[in-house]
């Protein structure tokens, strides 16, 4: 019987040699157990002949137990850990990557989809934990200063309702995000695609600093692994699958967050999308989602967020509507006396009430309502529309 330092340096060894998410590395590693599963890929007995290429050519370059104890080491000298699926903190959540299957997907990164092996984390917060109540925010790197806005809105106010913000911790609309969620105090998440102790992009170090402090930074690679390009989508269906729900609050027509959407679709959760200008490029994506997708949902704040994500019949969004008017609450008959008024000067009860089609004994009732209510007043000749109300100073 493997013991558990065992289990863990197999799956880091396992995560070395096959990026993130290759199906016949996660079947070996569930049926077999991660340390026989490693031993037959190491023996040359993977599956099929493009991961035995793989493995091959990643042993040319190093012993995978060696890498696997190094990144051990490294994990510890950084204050970090290594999470993995027979701990108390695994997100359960995240099983659902095994049924995950996308429309039209030949790319590696669109087929080779299931579940981590195992994680690393900067932070104080059990993973599982920070993720139960949780919501992706997610867009744009060359965000708008609308979209900026939106995003760090929307961070602020779910981080203010105790929900966790998760995001990819890029320039702009996921930056933007985490710091909505820093300033109300929350607790926000990064999943990256490098390593933990690698600030991408180095203008953003400042704020993984803040995030490690009282947030999470997490990834599936090793510490001072690269940020290669398909690593971003990689882990894209981590964010997808981790959290209850995903906002794209702006993208290009070309673009990772409408990615992230359509694994959340994939995997049952709600894809939402904040409508932007037709004529803004950072809009495409979000505007194609909503035409694409019959699923995804059009959001505008955070109250249509949570009635996507929340409770049943708990979280619902208000009913959209202007500020209440003391008018809105008259009756036909009140209502047809007011319109019946001159919009300048006075008018006696019997002129009013042939205006209005009522009697003179309805419209002398409705005339003290309207009294009460501020909305007419009386004069010597007759009655008149009350002055609006002063505004300011």
């Avoid at 290429?53 to 000298?77: L, N, S």
């Avoid at 027509?253 to 939402?272: D, K, Y």
Wanted: proline residues 7%; glycine residues 10%.
């Amino acid at each position: 019987m493997s013991t558990q330092e065992e289990r863990t340096l197999a799956r880091i060894a396992l995560t070395w040699l096959a990026e993130p998410g290759t199906r016949s590395v996660y079947r070996l590693a569930a049926r077999l157990g991660p340390v026989a599963a490693l031993e037959l890929l190491l023996d040359g007995g993977a599956p099929d002949e493009k991961l035995r290429a793989t493995v091959a050519a990643r042993v040319a370059d190093g012993d995978a137990r060696a890498v696997a104890a190094e990144a051990v080491a490294r994990t510890e000298r950084l204050g970090a850990r290594i999470v993995t699926p027979e701990d108390e903190e695994w997100p359960a959540r995240l099983a659902d990557l095994k049924g995950l299957r996308l429309l039209d997907a030949f790319r590696r990164v669109d087929t080779e989809t299931d579940p981590p092996l195992c994680f690393w984390v900067r932070g104080g917060w059990p993973l599982g934990e920070a993720l139960e109540r949780s919501v992706a925010v997610v867009g744009a790197r060359a965000a708008t200063g609308y979209g900026t806005h939106v995003a760090t809105e929307m961070g602020y106010a779910l981080a203010d309702r105790d929900w966790t913000v998760v995001s990819g911790g890029a320039f702009g609309i996921d930056a933007a995000a985490h710091r909505g969620a820093l300033n109300a105090g929350g607790l926000t998440v990064a999943v990256l695609a490098c390593g933990v102790d690698r600030p991408y992009p180095m203008g953003n170090a400042a704020l993984f600093d803040r995030i490690a402090d009282t947030g999470l930074l997490v990834s599936e690679w090793p510490p001072g692994a690269d940020p290669l390009r398909p690593r971003f989508l990689i882990r894209n269906r981590v964010i997808a699958a981790g959290t209850l729900g995903t906002v794209v609050v702006e993208a290009s027509a070309r673009s990772g967050a409408t990615q992230t959407a359509h694994r959340a679709l994939a995997v049952g959760r709600p894809a939402m999308a904040v409508p932007g200008p037709v004529t803004s490029a950072m809009s495409v994506g979000t505007h194609e989602l909503l035409r694409e997708y019959p699923k995804a949902r059009l959001v505008t704040g955070v109250p249509h967020v949570l009635e996507e994500v929340g409770r049943i019949g708990a979280d619902l969004a208000p009913p959209a509507r202007g500020p209440d008017r003391p008018a809105d609450a008259l009756d036909d008959d009140a209502r047809s006396v007011l319109e019946a008024m001159p919009r300048r000067g006075t008018v006696g009860v019997e002129r009013l009430a042939s205006r209005a089609g009522v009697d003179i004994r309805t419209a002398l009732r409705k005339l003290s309502l309207l009294e009460e209510l501020a909305l007419v007043a009386r004069r010597d000749d007759g009655y008149a529309l009350a002055p609006a109300p002063r505004r300011g100073p």
